[in-house]
Nanobody, 124 residues
Framework: QVQLLESGGGLVQAGGSLRLSCAAS????????MGWFRQAPGKEREFVAP????????FYADSVKGRFTISKDNAKNTLYLQMNLLKPEDTAIYYC?????????????????WGQGTQVTVAS
């Protein structure tokens, strides 16, 4: 099973950028689809973006489309989320997740491994 550790969160002004990283250890990262999810205070966890096992296929939640970019470096066992033009409504704990297969989805149920999360706060 893959173990995941997120980093890169912090406090940023609206309009700014952050890059989140998710370092993976254990077997299976290169064969796993991955995803980013987020959970804001008082709200349910929501999908941000998934990526295929080889990194060639992605899609995005409408709320982040055109601003966020997900990428996967199998050589470095690392997943990234580049976040630009951040808005206060992007404030949340961001989680990376690994699927137990190559199948990528916006459904949290297909992901079997989760990181502990990293806080992103966007000030207005």
């Amino acid at each position: 099973q893959v173990q995941l550790l997120e980093s890169g969160g912090g406090l940023v002004q609206a309009g700014g950028s952050l890059r989140l990283s998710c370092a993976a250890s254990g077997r299976g990262f290169s064969d796993s689809a991955m995803g980013w999810f987020r959970q804001a205070p008082g709200k349910e966890r929501e999908f941000v973006a998934p990526i295929s096992w080889i990194g060639g296929s992605t899609f995005y939640a409408d709320s982040v489309k055109g601003r966020f970019t997900i990428s996967k470096d199998n050589a470095k066992n690392t997943l990234y989320l580049q976040m630009n033009l951040l808005k206060p409504e992007d404030t949340a704990i961001y989680y990376c997740a690994a699927a137990s297969s190559r199948y990528y989805s916006d459904d949290a149920g297909v992901y079997s491994s989760w990181g502990q999360g990293t806080q992103v706060t966007v000030a207005s």
